[in-house]
């Protein structure tokens, strides 16, 4: 068996010429051309996908060689998995395999009876051999071909970067020396999983945040992992869409997980290494800057403007504004686009990922750390955001903007927080704190959005009279729906300063035998 370390890339199909011109690869030991045609099988019933199991025949010149692979451990484009590799005469063999459990399984009958060709990929790789440092040696894949099934097909153009030897921060580093040129943000879906995506025919679409599996027995800096880990995952598995559809959601999405990452940072400021959060800020606000422009004027036009001119359909003067309007949000969207595939935003995804493989959140063989307890900490941040709600909740005024405003960002700290520490609530009191929460979140944030389109309306109809009375009508529409807010502001009030959460620290202690009580189990 053998364990494999990579880290995959895309990288645009006309940046592969500036990429092997690069300096770094100029130092190469060796530099190799291959031809790669690749099948991947499966049972019709898609057993080894649900298993977590890949099984790759593949031709090189001549001969063809299977793979067996395990998914195990795979985190912003960095794969780490064992697999198999045996000559392939004529059958499968799996006799090689020296995971008893795992052999046995794939030699069942209903499994290696049942196998076929699920899709397949051809591929002109260029290899790189790299001796950057004693001991360390790294291979540079370079892949340029496609995937096929079902009569479906899409074009591949990726990077990999392999670690033979070494340490895991080599492979970083490499990538981080790359990506000052080029556009090279971590590829989460690899060829196996676009392949079984365009064989069940899979349509791509927007993805949310999930729950985050964080348990009491973890530390701090533990659980940031995990928490920054899922943050990343959101923000680039919603990356191609946000760049080749005008779906609005994806850019939000990818506005979502970079808030909730930047509530991280926050959260967890404590813990953190020092100028660990410098790194990451400056680039984070460039990118939410980016995709909150597209994201506002998207806004705009759906929930301000469309209402208003589906409405008074024969109204001239909505439609002349809806259109500048939609003018602006063209270039809004390409100049989004724009940032989301310039190196700027690989770094950043990289930077991320190589300090959260470092010391202190990955302990090196033979060290000891002083670890704290995950639970005081998360109940006393949690009381501390709640205990700002609060406060902010008594001063916040129905005729002050900015008191709702600063409600609002206080709320929506909290309930990120809830959500990430979700799992150690006891019973539903988590579940029930964020639909509390996200009452009043929604309906400030709906406040929010009708106070500053007035500015950004008269933005979009610049001196134009005609568009100016088109900025009057959608204010003299909404002015109700804007008045009931105002008006249910006191009551969701209310229900906020009644917010209480279970403390963490009894609920632990509470759930611990006493002495005496294992002194008679025992």
Not at 390 to 411: F, K, N, Y
Request: glycine residues 6%; charged residues 25%; hydrophobic residues 40%.
């Amino acid at each position: 068996m053998a364990q494999q370390i990579t880290l995959k890339m895309s990288v645009a199909e006309d940046r592969h010429g500036v990429l092997q011109r690069h300096a770094a690869l100029a130092a190469a030991t060796t530099r190799e051309q291959q031809a790669l045609v690749s099948i991947y099988y499966d049972t019709g019933r898609m057993a080894l996908r649900r298993g977590g199991i890949l099984l790759r025949l593949r031709k090189q010149g001549t001969s063809w060689q299977q793979t067996v692979k395990l998914q195990q451990d795979s985190f912003g484009g960095l794969t780490q998995r064992p697999e198999w590799h045996t000559p392939y005469p004529s059958h499968f063999d799996f006799s090689n395999i020296d995971d008893p459990e795992l052999r046995d399984w794939l030699q069942r009958e209903k499994i290696a009876g049942r196998l076929a060709a699920i899709f397949e990929t051809k591929l002109r790789r260029t290899v790189w051999q790299l001796d950057p440092a004693p001991d360390t040696r790294l291979l540079v894949k370079l892949d340029r071909g496609w995937i096929a099934s079902n009569g479906r097909r899409e074009s591949i153009s990726e990077l990999e970067l392999q670690l033979l030897s070494g340490s895991v921060d080599s492979v970083y580093t490499l990538a981080l020396q790359l990506a000052q040129s080029l556009a090279l943000p971590p590829l989460l879906l690899s060829k196996a999983e676009r392949g079984y995506r365009l064989f069940r025919n899979t349509v791509r679409e927007p993805v949310k945040a999930g729950a985050i599996a964080i348990g009491t027995g973890e530390t701090p800096l533990a659980a940031f992992r995990l928490i920054a880990q899922d943050c990343l995952t959101h923000l680039q598995l919603n990356h191609d869409g946000a760049v080749k559809s005008d779906d609005a959601e994806y850019v939000h999405q990818m506005r979502v997980a970079t808030r909730r990452l930047r509530a991280a940072l926050r959260m967890f400021r404590p813990v953190l290494p020092d100028r660990f959060s410098e790194q990451l800020l400056p680039p984070m606000r460039e990118l939410m800057g980016a995709l909150g422009q597209a994201r506002d004027l998207d806004v705009l036009m759906a929930e301000i403007v469309t209402p208003v001119a589906t409405a008074l359909p024969d109204e001239p003067r909505l439609t002349d504004l809806a259109g500048a309007i939609t003018n602006r949000l063209y270039v809004a969207r390409r100049d989004t686009r724009h940032t989301l595939q310039q190196p700027g935003y690989g770094q950043l995804l990289l930077t991320v990922g190589s300090l959260l493989t470092r010391a202190p959140f990955i302990k090196a063989p033979g060290t000891t750390q002083i670890e704290s307890s995950l639970t005081r900490f998360a109940d006393r941040r949690l009381r501390g955001l709640l205990k700002k709600v609060l406060e902010l909740a008594d001063a916040a005024r129905v005729d002050q903007p900015a008191s709702l405003h600063e409600l609002r960002i206080g709320i929506k700290q909290l309930r990120y927080a809830i959500e990430f520490f979700g799992p150690m609530l006891p019973g539903k009191s988590g579940a029930a704190a964020i639909k509390r929460l996200a009452g009043l979140q929604d309906e400030l944030g709906q406040l929010n959005d009708l106070s500053s389109a007035g500015n950004l309306l008269m933005i979009c109809a610049g001196r134009d009279p005609l568009l100016r009375e088109a900025v009057t009508l959608i204010g003299g529409w909404h002015a109700p729906r804007h008045a009931a807010l105002l008006d249910d502001i006191p009551n969701k009030l209310k229900r906020i300063r009644g917010l209480d959460l279970p403390h963490l620290e009894r609920q632990c202690e509470s759930s611990r035998p006493s002495p005496t009580r294992e002194a008679n189990t025992a």
